[in-house]
C-alpha cells in the first residue's frame, strides 16, 4: 500500500513538473514580419524599417495614429532625429548595428501626420528595445560599442 501511495505521489509530482515546463515557440511572425515604410508621397520621402518587432509594437503598444497633434510629434521627432544623428555620425563611440545610417529629416518640412506619427514611434520601440534615450535627458542607459 505504501508504495502505490509512493508511486501515486511520484506519477502526481512528474505530470505536475512536465505541465509546468516550458516549451519552444516557434516565432514564425517576427521571420514573416514585412517592414514598416513611412512615406510621404507628394514629397518623395520614404523610409522603410526592417526592425523586427516595430510592426507588433505599432499594432499593440503604440498609441492610435490622432492621439498626439502632428505639432507635437515634430518637436519629440526634431529631438530624436538630432540624438539619433549624432551617435549615427560616431560609429567608433556608439554601437552601429542600432545607429546604422543619418536620418535626414528637416523641422521646416511638413512630412504630415503620418509620418511623423510612425518616426515618433519607431524612437519610442528603438528606446524600449535597445534601452537607449533618445530625449537627451538625464544619463544614458547606452550600451557603448
Known amino acids: 500500500m505504501k508504495s502505490l501511495h509512493t508511486f501515486c505521489s511520484f506519477?502526481?509530482?512528474?505530470?505536475?513538473?512536465?505541465?509546468?515546463?516550458?516549451f519552444p515557440i516557434k516565432n514564425e511572425v517576427s521571420a514573416k514580419e514585412k517592414p514598416v515604410v513611412i512615406a510621404n508621397d507628394s514629397l518623395e520621402y520614404e523610409v522603410i524599417i526592417f526592425d523586427i518587432g516595430f510592426n507588433l509594437y505599432l499594432k499593440t503598444i503604440a498609441r492610435p495614429i490622432g492621439y498626439y497633434s502632428q505639432n507635437f510629434l515634430e518637436n519629440k521627432n526634431y529631438i530624436y532625429v538630432t540624438n539619433w544623428n549624432i551617435?549615427?555620425?560616431?560609429?567608433?563611440?556608439?554601437?552601429?548595428?542600432i545607429y546604422g545610417s543619418i536620418i535626414d529629416y528637416d523641422p521646416k518640412i511638413n512630412y504630415g501626420l503620418e509620418v511623423n506619427y510612425k518616426l515618433f514611434n519607431y524612437f519610442q520601440f528603438a528606446q524600449q528595445k535597445y534601452n537607449i534615450r533618445l530625449d537627451g535627458t538625464g544619463g544614458s542607459l547606452e550600451r557603448l560599442r
Open 11 to 22: 506519477l502526481v509530482v512528474s505530470i505536475f513538473m512536465y505541465a509546468c515546463s516550458s
Open 87 to 97: 551617435r549615427a555620425m560616431n560609429p567608433s563611440i556608439y554601437d552601429v548595428s
